[in-house]
């Protein structure tokens, strides 16, 4: 009975990880003024097996494989491999997240609920 119960558990974690994308908040280049890509951020960071980040993607909508993500605590970092990201492109996501870290972190931390991250947001001018 434990061995049946312990692949149900490592079902559900894959499946969760599986499905972390769609549990994310996306905002579009209206949103954050980063034109041509669509960030994902996260709420609920305190279950997460790793440091805050968002997840980037070029164009505007999520294909497997193009997608970038980016540490945002401390000072901000890839995370794995980046095949469409310039020094340009990732230059003006860390002045965007740092215009908006403090938001996204509350949201990451579930101290704010999705409208209030949306309405706090500031876009890149």
């Known amino acids: ?3 049946i119960l312990e692949k149900f558990n490592d079902f559900i974690i894959k499946r969760e990880d599986k499905n972390l994308l769609w549990e994310m ?3 579009t280049a209206q949103d954050t003024g980063l034109l041509g890509f669509v960030v994902f951020v996260n709420s609920g960071g305190e279950k997460s097996r ?3 980040r968002i997840k980037v993607v070029k164009g505007i909508k999520w294909k497997s494989g193009e997608d970038v ?3 945002i ?3 901000p970092r890839i995370i794995g491999k980046n095949s ?3 020094q340009d492109d990732f230059n003006k996501i860390v002045m965007w997240v740092n215009l908006n870290r403090k938001v996204i972190m509350q949201y990451w931390n ?3 609920d999705t409208r209030t991250m949306l309405n706090s947001i500031v876009p890149l001018k």
Do not use: D, K, P, R
């Open 69 to 71: 993500s980016i540490q």
């Open 110 to 112: 579930s101290e704010i």
């Open 25 to 27: 908040s996306n905002l």
């Open 50 to 52: 790793h440091a805050a």
């Open 73 to 75: 605590e401390g000072v």
């Open 84 to 86: 469409f990201l310039t």
């Open 1 to 3: 009975m434990n061995w």
